[in-house]
Structures are given as C-alpha cells and as structure tokens.
C-alpha cells in the first residue's frame, strides 16, 4: 500500500445511496472493512426507488435487514397491483396487475416476498445496520481523484463540512456513484443500448382530499392517462403524503423551471380529475429514464455498480434491484479475493455474470414501460416486445449466470431465460426449501453467504462430504458441506420429507456445489470414483485458483 496515504482501507465505496450502502452492508457481512464516501450529508429523503424485488429481499433476508425494512415500509404493506385510468373520479380504469403473484407460486420459490419500500425509509435501515457491523460511512464527503495502479487506487476526498481532502489508499474501487458516474467517465468507458426514452419531474405533495378519492383502491401505482393531464400517481403513506411522476420534454424546450408549484398541483388536479381538491407541492426531482448499460464494469482494481453500471427504465423497478444484486454478486468475490482464498480472476467474472442480466433486463424494462405506455414516452415501434419474456419473476429471481464462477453451463443458455427454473442448475440460484436444522427452521437460501457450500445426501457412502472437508484445507477455503435427509448422520432435514435431490436435479448420492451469493456453483448428479479429486477441480475452477 502506499506509504503517503492518510487512510488505508481494503474497498473504498463511492456513492452512499441504494447499491453503495447495500455493499457496504454486504461488506460489512462478510467481515471485509471498507470505506464508504457519500458527497450528500444524509440519506435520499425522496422517496425514489420503491419496489423491492423478491431476489433482493431474500438477499436483504440473509443479510438479517428484511424485519426492519418490513418494518419501515409497513404502511404500505397492504398496497398491490399497477392501476391505469383515466382520472380518479370514474370507474373506467383496468388494472394492469392486481396482484404480483396471484396463483401464490412465489410461495413455493422462495422464503420471501416482494416489499414495496420508499428509497427515503429504506435508505436509513441498510446505513444503520452498514454501521453497526463496522463500515466507516462518511456523509458530506466527496470523491475528489482517483488514480488505479496495479496493487490497488489512490483517492483524493474532501469533507464538504470542512473543505479538508484526505488521500485514502485502497485494494479496489467500487463506483456505486450513479447513473452519471464520474469514476466511469474518467475510466472512458462507454455504454451500449438505445440510450435516453424519456423523462419525468418526480413531484411530491401533499393533500388531505386525495385519500378520499382514491377510496379502496390500494394501488403501487395508477398512470393516469387523461388526454390533457397524465402522469403516475404513487401513495406515500395512503393518507396525505403522495409522489406525482409528471412527463418532462426538455426535446421540446421545456424547462425544470417551467415546473412551478402552481403548474405541478393544477396539472395533477386535472389528471386526478377534482378540480378543488388541495394540494400542497413539497418538493421536486428530475429523472430521465434511459437503457445503457457500460461496456465494462470497471478497469483494474475499479469496479461500476448499480446506475453507474447500467441505466433502466423504472418500469418493474429493475434498476435499483439490478444494483442491488451487483453489490451482492461483488462482495463475496471481493471477500474472497482480499482473504486470499479466491484468485483474482475471480473478478473478473462479476463483469461476465453481471452485465449480460443487465443488458436482458434493461431491455425488457424499456418494453414494460412501452407496454404499460409510460407517461411522456413514446417508443419507437417494436419496443414492446423487446427482451426475455418470462414473466416478471423470470427476470427477477430466475436469471442466471451462464459464464463466470460457474462449471458445467451451457454459455450460449440467455441470461434471462423464457421460463422460471430453478432447479439447480449451474448458474442458476439455488433452490428454496424449508428445513430443520438443530430444531431451527430456515430456508436453504439461509445456509449461503459466508463460505461455499457443498451439500450432499445424508446416509450415503458417495464420500462428497469428506471430501469437502478434505479439500477445504488442502486448498484452504472455508468450504461448508451438509448432510440433507432423513438419515442419522443428517445436518439438515427437509420439511415435510421433501426430496432435495430432486428438487437440487441430482440423485441423493449427489452433491451441489453453491457460491456464497446463493448461486449454484457446480453439480454432480450420482457419485464419482474419486470425489475429492473432482470436488478440488470444481472449486479450483469457481474460485480461479488454477
Ligand atoms: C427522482 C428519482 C426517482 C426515481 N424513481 C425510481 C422509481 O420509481 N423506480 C425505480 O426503480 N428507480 C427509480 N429511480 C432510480 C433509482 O433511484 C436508482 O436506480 C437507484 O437509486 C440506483 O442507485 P445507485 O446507488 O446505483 O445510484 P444513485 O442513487 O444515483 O446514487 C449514486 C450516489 O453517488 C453519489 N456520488 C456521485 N458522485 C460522487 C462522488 N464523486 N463522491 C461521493 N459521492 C458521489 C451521489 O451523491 C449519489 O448519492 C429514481 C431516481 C430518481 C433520481
């Protein structure tokens, strides 16, 4: 490390909102001590980013957060489905979707649900466990410089309290610093997709009427498609607070400043269809809504997350999501490789995993957006068939990572496939069951994180899990293997006799190899003559420590 620095941290965060506090979190997890720098002086206090997917709830489930952010989003928790009408006052409107998971499949999949969560509540639980676990989180401060070199970056960063700038050497960079992203522009890395679909001023108010008129219907959200005033109406708190997502066209000339207070609340009066109701602005934010995705996700020792690495329409709330997982696939390659138990070239698969779900699910939230006719875009023809079309949970949870830390996939399967699977496959999350362990019921998805893991049948001779612990201390990896069954020596037994192997697309004398982030790493279907041998190959390949 460099001697000249005034601080010296294995990963330096930049940005301190959604994707860089959740990394600091995931870091924090993990135990690997970092640096966050937020150039704000508190969290978004906007409410932003709201749907939070069931894949990133089952991370946030693992990482012990998803009580408190329930918890923070409780007065929400009754609200379903998207409503499109074309004002509040009549019954004309149809739902998009009343409920996201109607048949309760989900249920089946996964020990967690979807959680609508508002940026501003969901924001100050994740810093507040980030902190409590460690990280050293500096608000007010901004990333100034940085300059990579082989070993690790030298950053400049200065308190905006009190203009001082500190040199902070670190082993990586992690730019979770947005969709303008400073560190990427001066990485020069460009992006590809169509680029900018349309814009919106996000407006909050409040209105003590509007409550009334909305009655019932507990909508996320209701575009409201009336030929002089259209837009999309978000509840905040059911009651009075409200966010108000109006078209912009600054093509046309149009100014943020053309977006005065009386304009905002005339225009959702119109939209909402009450013409005396009240209706107090309390704030104002532009977005613009674009699908690019970065060439690269970083250079070196820097590595892009979240907006700075892709940018997608908010329809299916896939871009704060994305992030998110971009934080988790890269924290435990970045555990791995600072605790010397991954090579480096296990980082350089972040960028051949992440990207490619990025690129499949920006497109399918272009389509969304041009199938739910988003208020202010006007695709081009074509753009509502665009990307995989699964089903939402296809996109959400069944993703999957066809190249990178993974053995036995087909490369050419898509990243985002047309039907939900999940059955074990390498490269795909691994499957949810319900099991007992020591009288404790957890999920599967609750044995990933810290280590690798190998699970294998109980009362078998097959020998996968001696093998395990063989090769975790021949190549000194914390490997974690279990024993699932019904049998006496079982660590883990399955809810309901449920048959794992099965559902893990192995025979019982099998074995499953799953990645700290939940994916599966590598399967044998039966047993193998030289277990040990085969299971070394495996890992060594996962964790690049050929
Ligand atoms: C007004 C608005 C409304 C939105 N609504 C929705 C929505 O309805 N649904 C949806 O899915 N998504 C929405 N989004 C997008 C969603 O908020 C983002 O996808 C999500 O926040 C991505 O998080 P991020 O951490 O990658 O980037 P950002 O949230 O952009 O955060 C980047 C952070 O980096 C900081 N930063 C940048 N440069 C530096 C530097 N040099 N030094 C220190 N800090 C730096 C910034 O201050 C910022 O806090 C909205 C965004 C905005 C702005």
Request: proline share 7%; charged share 25%.
């Amino acid at each position: 490390m460099n001697e000249e620095a005034d601080h010296k941290t294995p990963v330096l965060i930049v940005g301190g909102s959604l994707v860089g506090l959740s990394a600091s979190l995931f870091l924090g997890r993990l135990g690997v001590r970092h640096t966050l720098v937020e150039r704000h002086a508190g969290t978004s206090t906007h409410p932003r980013g709201r749907g939070n997917n069931v894949r990133t709830m089952e991370l946030f489930r693992v990482a012990g957060v998803e009580p408190g952010i329930r918890e923070a989003a409780s007065v929400l928790s009754g609200n379903h489905g998207i409503l499109q009408t074309p004002s509040l006052t009549g019954d004309e409107g149809r739902w998009l979707f009343q409920e996201i998971d109607p048949g309760g499949a989900l249920a089946r999949l996964s020990p967690s649900t979807w959680c609508l969560c508002s940026q501003n509540d969901l924001e100050p639980v994740l810093l507040e466990r980030a902190r409590a676990l460690g990280g050293d989180l500096r608000f007010s401060t901004e990333l100034m410089t940085f300059e990579p070199d082989s070993d690790g970056v030298t950053a400049v960063v200065r308190s905006r309290e009190t203009g001082e700038h500190t040199t902070v050497r670190a082993d990586y960079l992690v730019a979770a610093d947005g969709p303008r992203s400073p560190v990427r522009e001066s990485l020069g890395i460009g992006h590809s997709g169509p680029g900018e679909l349309f814009h919106n001023v996000s407006v909050t108010f409040r209105s003590r009427g509007l409550a009334d008129v909305v009655g019932d219907r507990r909508f996320v959200m209701c575009y409201l498609t009336g030929p002089d005033a259209d837009g999309a109406l978000l509840p905040v708190d059911n009651r009075e607070h409200w966010v108000f997502h109006m078209p912009w066209h600054p093509e046309r000339g149009e100014t943020l400043e053309e977006f005065t207070d009386e304009r905002c609340a005339e225009h959702i009066r119109r939209a909402v269809g009450v013409s005396g109701i009240d209706v107090e602005i309390t704030g104002r934010a532009p977005w613009h809504a674009a699908e690019r995705v970065a060439l690269r996700y970083g250079a070196g020792r820097v590595l892009l997350a979240g907006d700075s690495a892709h940018e997608m329409s908010p329809t299916g709330a896939f871009g704060s999501n994305t992030g998110i997982q971009d934080a988790h696939n890269l924290a435990w390659k970045l555990a791995a490789v600072l605790g010397d138990w991954a090579g480096p070239g296990l980082l350089e698969t972040y960028d051949a995993e992440r990207r490619p779900v990025a690129q499949a699910t920006a497109a399918r939230a272009s389509a969304r957006s041009a199938e739910h006719k988003h208020p202010g875009y006007t695709p081009a023809p074509g753009a509502e068939g665009r990307g995989p079309q699964g089903g939402i949970l296809a996109v959400a949870v069944g993703y999957r990572y066809p190249r990178g830390a993974v053995v036995g996939t087909d490369p050419r399967t898509p990243p985002v496939p047309g039907e939900l699977r999940l059955t074990g496959e390498p490269g795909s999350r691994a499957p949810h069951m319900w099991l007992s362990r020591a009288g404790e019921r957890i999920s599967t998805l609750d044995l990933y994180e810290r280590s690798p893991v190998l699970i294998t049948g109980a009362g078998t001779a097959a020998g996968w899990y001696e093998a395990a612990g063989r090769v975790a201390e021949k190549l000194s990896v914390p490997l974690t293997p279990y024993r699932i069954g019904a049998g006496t020596d079982a660590d883990l037994v399955p809810e309901d006799g449920a048959d794992w192997a099965r559902t893990h697309g192995t025979e019982p004398d099998g074995a499953v190899l799953v990645r700290p982030d939940g994916f599966v790493a590598w399967r044998s279907a039966g047993p193998v003559p030289d277990p040990e041998e085969v299971l070394r190959r495996a890992v060594s390949t996962v964790l690049a420590l050929d």
